[in-house]
């Protein structure tokens, strides 16, 4: 999962582009709004962290001529404006979130999480296929291919899957994997994300592919290319 972060305060972004990459994003940064505009239209990023008080570009041109060159990228806007004129302003550019200064890391994170989410489904809607390592799933036929096998997958199990795949790379915690997958408000006490996980590693394990699914002490599970 790749973010641009375009901020110009140096300590606000040294400390984002840390945080993210701890939760195992790939990161570019940028830190006046010209050189942002140009990475975000010559690359593609799941989100893009845009403050909007820039040097040579300010953050509500940047998203403008975003929008207007077709670029979809969710866009996370950081402002300390916090009126309800500026963030309906931030939106009505082409925002998809508006966070005001300061903020609880933990607050970006879990935005950050929802906006890439949110892309992750967009793209995945107009593809058919999903890759991880050896692992294969063709969305069309709802088929999972392990090392070349068929596995024979329960529609919670291939629902948790598809999560998993389409944030290959992601530590994913499992409040995230009940709502998206179980569809209602997680519970702690609850142990059916365990066991699923657990039917998903026996499959792996069969045809060779223990390493490809891991599990992240205190923080969640992640797939990865084994």
Known sequence: MRVL???????TREFLQR?????????????????????????????????????????????????????T??????????????RVKGLREGGDDYLV????????????QIL?????????????????GELHMDLLSHQVRCSGQLLSLQPKEF???????????????????FEAVWDYDFDPQTNVIDVHIARLRKKFEAQGQAAILQTIRGSGYRLVDA
């Open 73 to 86: 990228t969710s866009v996370l806007i950081l402002s300390a404006l916090d009126s309800v004129d500026d």
């Open 5 to 11: 972060v375009i901020e110009d305060d140096n300590t």
């Open 116 to 132: 890439s989410k949110r892309q992750s489904h967009a793209q995945s809607s107009s593809d058919t296929s999903l890759q991880a």
């Open 19 to 71: 945080a993210l990459q701890e939760q195992q994003y790939q990161v570019d940064t940028a830190d006046n709004g010209q050189d942002g505009l140009f990475l975000a239209l010559e690359h593609d990023y799941q989100v893009i962290l845009l403050d909007r008080m820039l040097p040579k570009l300010d953050g509500l041109s940047v998203l403008s001529t975003l929008r207007s060159a077709g670029k």
């Open 159 to 177: 629902k948790l899957l598809r999560y998993l795949m389409e944030h290959k790379g992601q530590v994913v915690t499992r409040t995230l994997l």
């Open 101 to 112: 200064k300061p903020f609880a890391l933990s607050e970006l994170l879990v935005r950050v």
